[in-house]
């Protein structure tokens, strides 16, 4: 999908087919000013770790645009895939190759519509995995290593 420059653009957001209310809400992407070209978003639901062996939301987000700019992104999840973490306090993270890092100093915006909660991270770069948690995100268990038996 192309997503052009300030204006939201909805990914995997799903209207009943016959009544038009919204029956899954995935991501907005709102550029600041430059749109991101083409772009896609892939969302795991009900994922227990993302990436990560602190609870986290159980759902996670890649975002992959073709020009990263940066953006206003409204992460939406449902509230049984809040994994334990406090809603009131749940704060987006990017994953920057080695560690989460959030993506916005100030508390960020959120809200609830029905069965979904929503929050935001605001002048976000764009690209990459994102995740939602109450807290800096802990221990990444994604790299194992493997040390020989010797018996002594």
Not at 45 to 62: F, I, T
Not at 95 to 111: F, H, K, Q, Y
């Amino acid at each position: 999908m192309t997503v052009p420059g300030g204006k939201t653009s909805r990914f995997l957001t799903i209207p009943h087919r016959s009544n038009g209310n919204i029956q899954y809400y995935g991501v907005d992407i709102t550029p600041d000013a430059a749109g991101l070209g083409s772009t896609a978003v892939e969302i795991r639901g009900n994922n227990a770790n993302c990436r990560s062996s602190y609870p986290l939301a159980q759902r996670c987000y890649q975002i992959l645009p073709a020009t990263p700019q940066s953006a206003t992104v409204r992460f939406w999840y449902l509230n049984s895939e809040s994994g334990g973490q406090s809603v009131s306090q749940m704060r987006p993270y990017r994953w920057n190759s080695s560690a989460w890092e959030v993506t916005t100093a100030a508390p960020a915006p959120r809200g609830t519509v029905g069965v979904y909660e929503w929050v935001e991270a605001v002048g976000v770069n764009t690209t990459g995995e994102f995740a939602l948690a109450d807290s800096q995100p802990g221990f990444v268990a994604t790299d194992f290593l493997y040390l020989p038996y010797v018996d002594r």
